[in-house]
T-cell receptor, first 110, second 115 residues
């Protein structure tokens, strides 16, 4: 049981490049979400999903796309990276009262 | 809308002294409340949660938190701090609805415990 896994751990992009942050969980959780962490701002919800085929926007969705084709995977796509998207990204899954976080992806956009 | 306030950016204490990290929240209806800790360059670790029942919640590593509904607070406490408790602490809230898992986090409080 690996829990919530994220790849890559680190990534450097140039402005305008695209990339996908991967997130997977093996706990059969219906709910998954993406947060970004910035100094002095805590974690802010980007997008979330309550099940395969269902996604919705969180607090800061602009510049990010998501899809949920399977229960296990919830990738986050940056279509055209901007320096403002430099951050640490956390994926999470939840069931009941428990929320489980992945180890994070540190993204730098130059 | 739901929100969390952690009024102190930093808390500094001496080892062996009591540690308190403050948290107040706003949510529609009853809250589920959580504390997480983050060590440098690491992910979030769950410390404890309040769901229902006893207002005093005990968690990992000797931490506890007290839920106060009238003051909408959920302060984190440890009777005797250790240098190893130095980390970034986050309080989080969600509405106590079975189909709403969205968490709102505070900005975080950096705890430094000096030897």
């Amino acid at each position: 049981n690996a829990g919530v896994t994220q790849t890559p751990k680190f990534q450097v992009l140039k402005t305008g490049q695209s990339m996908t942050l991967q997130c997977a969980q093996d706990m059969n959780h219906e709910y998954m979400s993406w947060y970004r962490q910035d100094p002095g701002m805590g974690l802010r919800l980007i997008h979330y999903s309550v099940g395969a085929g269902i996604t919705d926007q969180g607090e800061v969705p602009n510049g990010y796309n998501v899809s949920r084709s399977t229960t296990e995977d919830f990738p986050l796509r940056l279509l055209s990276a901007a320096p403002s998207q430099t951050s640490v990204y956390f994926c999470a899954s939840a069931r009941g009262n428990e929320q489980f976080f992945g180890p994070g992806t540190r993204l730098t956009v130059l | 809308a739901q929100s969390v306030a952690q009024p102190e950016d930093q808390v500094n204490v001496a080892e062996g002294n009591p540690l308190t990290v403050k948290c107040t929240y706003s949510v529609s209806g009853n809250p589920y409340l959580f504390w997480y800790v983050q060590y440098p360059n690491r992910g979030l670790q769950f410390l404890l949660k309040y769901i229902t029942g006893d207002n005093l919640v005990k968690g990992s590593y000797g931490f506890e938190a007290e839920f106060n509904k009238s003051q909408t607070s959920f302060h984190l406490k440890k009777p005797s701090a250790l240098v190893s408790d130095s980390a970034l602490y986050f309080c989080a809230v969600r509405a106590a609805r079975s189909n709403d898992y969205k968490l709102s986090f505070g900005a975080g409080t950096t705890v430094t415990v000096r030897a």
